[in-house]
């Protein structure tokens, strides 16, 4: 199954080499920086499973497709939607974090004049409660029309490529189904590891990748680097970790097992064809003894072949 969007750093280029590459062995998975989901989905259910993200409108907009999938369908509406003005519109509702409620306290008003104050006070709270629910869909929703209508799924500049939000009608019920028995959380990496962390555990991770920070909607340091190796270091369980392959992430990673691997570049695909980023993989156990490890798997042997629309995967 594939995600529902296009996400920078996506995995889909890699997710059959990642899979190889998991342990044998597990009873929980946790997936510490979820993104797109991309390996999540491409993977068979674990019965324990974690999707998280830092990235609060990533972890909304899963929630409400898992929860409320028909909700985000007819917020979604029928008829395709593109061009500047629409794209800024979402671009602001998304800064704001909310949808303006012009009528709200007009109605607030009215319950307190005709009702005794304990039956307004249960019809407010009520009230507000639905007014909330329906706010998270309509942000999930400027969300996910935010990421199809911008240029690399960047979510800053306008793509100028029209899309018929009809054609995720169907996603939209399988990747409701597919997280129905998945725990969405929305954590800090150090917080999320420490309170899923046991001998059983396994935690995928793919983080910013080192000096590509500045592409990603939330902040994450240099420090923030050094933290996650940290973490990683203490735990119970295992890791597999995907990294860009530089002499800082080899350095601070030095102690554990390193495995260099490659994919497509489909950012620089239409001026090189034969354009590779190098990456690396890196684990606190031996992946190459591995039961999932068959032939080493080259380039061309992964599902990178992505349409343009997720380029940025």
């Not at 001998?199 to 909607?217: I, L, R, S, V, W």
Request: aromatic fraction near 16%.
């Amino acid at each position: 199954m594939n995600s529902i969007i296009s996400w920078i750093g996506g995995k889909k280029a890699l997710r059959n080499l990642i899979y190889s590459r998991f342990p044998n062995y597990y009873d929980r998975y946790i997936e510490v920086f979820g993104g797109g989901g991309w390996v999540l989905f491409g993977k068979q259910p674990d019965k324990f499973e974690v999707y998280n993200d830092f990235n609060n409108n990533l972890t909304n907009m899963f929630a409400v497709i898992r929860d409320q999938p028909l909700a985000f369908i007819e917020e979604l509406g029928y008829l395709p939607e593109n061009g500047r003005y629409i794209f800024n519109l979402y671009k602001d509702i998304i800064s704001k974090q909310r949808i303006e409620d012009k009528y709200l306290e007009d109605e607030v008003k009215r319950v307190r004049v005709y009702f005794t104050e304990l039956q307004a006070e249960e019809i407010i709270e009520i009230m507000r409660k639905e007014r909330i629910e329906k706010q998270d869909v309509k942000l999930a929703v400027a969300f996910f029309k935010l990421i199809r209508y911008s240029y690399g799924s960047g979510c800053k500049t306008y793509g100028c490529r029209p899309y018929d939000v009809r054609n995720a009608f169907h996603m939209v019920w399988d990747i409701s189904d597919r997280l129905s028995n998945t725990i969405i959380e929305n954590k800090d990496f150090e917080a999320l590891i420490c309170q899923y962390d046991r001998p059983n555990a396994f935690f995928y991770c793919d983080p910013p990748y080192y000096e590509t920070e500045g592409m990603y909607q939330v902040l994450f340091t240099k420090e923030d680097h050094t933290r996650l190796r940290d973490t990683l270091a203490n735990i119970q369980g295992k890791f597999l970790l995907s990294y860009n392959d530089c002499e800082f992430i080899r350095d601070i990673y030095k102690d554990f097992h390193i495995e260099s691997c490659s994919r497509v570049n489909n950012m620089a695909l239409r001026y090189d064809n034969a354009a590779e980023f190098p990456e690396v993989l890196i684990s606190n156990y031996d992946t190459q003894n591995n039961e999932r490890v068959g032939k080493q798997m080259g380039l061309f042997d992964l599902d990178f072949m992505e349409s343009e629309d997720e380029e940025n995967e």
